[in-house]
C-alpha cells in the first residue's frame, strides 16, 4: 500500500533532488523514499551533527557514482558535485 502526502521543500533542495533522479532515471518519489528508508534506518535517538550528516550524504553519494553503468559524462558531472560538496564541507 502506498500513501500520498505533499511535501514543503526548499526550491534549491527539490531542483538538486529532481536532477539528481532524473540523471539516475528514477522518479523523485522513489529518490525520496529510499532517502527516508536511510535516515529510519539509523539508531534511534543518535545525535548527529550538520558536518556527520554532510559526510554520510557524501559517503553515499560515492556509493552511487561506483554503481554501473553510467555515461562518462553523467558521472564526471557527479564526481565535481561531490568535490564540491566536500569543499564546502
Known amino acids: 500500500m502506498e500513501m500520498k502526502t505533499t511535501l514543503e521543500l526548499p526550491d534549491d533542495l527539490y531542483h538538486k533532488a529532481k536532477t539528481r533522479a532524473a540523471a539516475q532515471k528514477r522518479k523523485i518519489k522513489d529518490l525520496v523514499s529510499d532517502g527516508l528508508r536511510a535516515v529510519l534506518a539509523e539508531e534511534p535517538g543518535a545525535v548527529t551533527s550538520d558536518k556527520d550528516e554532510a559526510q554520510r ?20 558531472r557527479l564526481q565535481a558535485e561531490v568535490r564540491k560538496l566536500r569543499a564546502e564541507g
Not at 57 to 76: K, Y
Open 57 to 76: 550524504v557524501l559517503a553515499a553519494l560515492d556509493d552511487i557514482l561506483r554503481c554501473p553503468p553510467s555515461a562518462p559524462n553523467r558521472t564526471a
